[in-house]
């Protein structure tokens, strides 16, 4: 009985604990810049899956462990000059049934992104929206993807046309309704798990409306049903914090790939997903932590 009651007391003082840190925890201590401008803003997003298949020495490689892509965006001119870099850590295997071993890979490619008109790369390459920021937040959203026949791998020099993703809701999010959210979490006794992944996605939130400025975010829903290509974004900020994205994965001559119910002969691939070797079908992307510098 005294343990029981110890049990209690230790967990009523650790979630008085964290109901007193909610400030802290979700970065209410930093307050918004009056007049900032945004000139470089730094954003990461987890892989979701726990696996990825990159392009290694001739060979495919799926990592199972912790992947994640990073956004370095720096004001340059009229835009901005983006670099992406895909971090790959855990156990790969270059082959079926093979003996997995221990691997880190890094790759990354710098864009220059002109708002309105795309991205280009070094040589002056336009390949258009490959990666939805700081867009405009309309009733659609185009993004370009590169179309490959089946059997050829997606190089950039394919056939460039954009998709269009359609808005399907839109919605706002208070930082008041965020902390009450997450005070009853922590007293409905869910796992830990959830409570920490919760914290994560609050503290993100947050970090965007202190970046727009407010008090709350306004969040829309993109998507297109061919490919399932789907983004959600903070309107305020231009900040993607969930995407559904093509891969730029490979096909055989033979393969016959039905889509809403219909046989298609060649299959899209993101350029980015290209240029960073990354072979998936589709990459799930979910923001996990952002910095920005006025």
């Known amino acids: 009985m005294r343990r029981g009651l110890l049990v209690a007391a230790v967990s009523a003082v650790v979630s008085a604990l964290l109901l007193a840190s909610l400030p802290i925890l979700l970065g209410r201590e930093a307050a918004p810049e009056a007049g900032c401008v945004i000139n470089e803003v730094v954003l990461r997003y987890r892989i979701e899956g726990g696996s990825i298949i990159y392009h290694h020495k001739d060979a495919d490689v799926l990592v199972r462990g912790s992947n994640y892509l990073v956004v370095h965006a720096v004001r ?60 405009e937040c309309g009733e659609v959203m185009n993004l370009s993807y590169v179309y490959a026949k089946l059997g050829e791998p997606p190089t950039l020099g394919g056939r460039l046309e954009p998709v269009t993703l359609v808005l399907r809701r839109r919605w706002t999010v208070s930082l008041e309704d965020l902390d009450k959210a997450l005070v009853e979490l922590n007293e409905s006794g869910k796992p830990e798990e959830l409570v920490r992944k919760f914290m994560e996605h609050a503290r993100v939130i947050r970090k965007l409306a202190e ?13 297109e049903d061919m490919w399932g290509t789907t983004v959600i974004i903070e309107t305020r900020t231009g900040i993607p914090t969930f995407l559904v994205l093509r891969g730029a994965p490979r096909t055989l001559p033979t393969s016959k790939i039905i889509v809403n119910g219909v046989e298609v002969h060649e299959v899209p691939a993101s350029p980015l997903a290209i240029l960073l070797d990354i072979h998936d079908d589709v990459v799930t992307l979910r923001l996990e932590e952002l910095s920005y510098r006025c």
């Open 76 to 135: 340059s001119g009229e835009g901005w000059l983006v670099e992406f870099t895909l971090n790959a850590s855990g156990l790969g295997y270059s082959a079926p049934g093979g003996e997995p071993s221990s691997v880190g890979y890094v790759g990354s490619v710098e864009l220059y992104y002109e708002p309105g008109r795309g991205f280009t790369t070094e040589n002056g390459e336009l390949l258009g929206v490959v990666f939805p920021l700081f867009l």
């Open 211 to 223: 970046m727009a400025g407010g008090e709350e975010v306004e969040l829309a829903r993109y998507s």
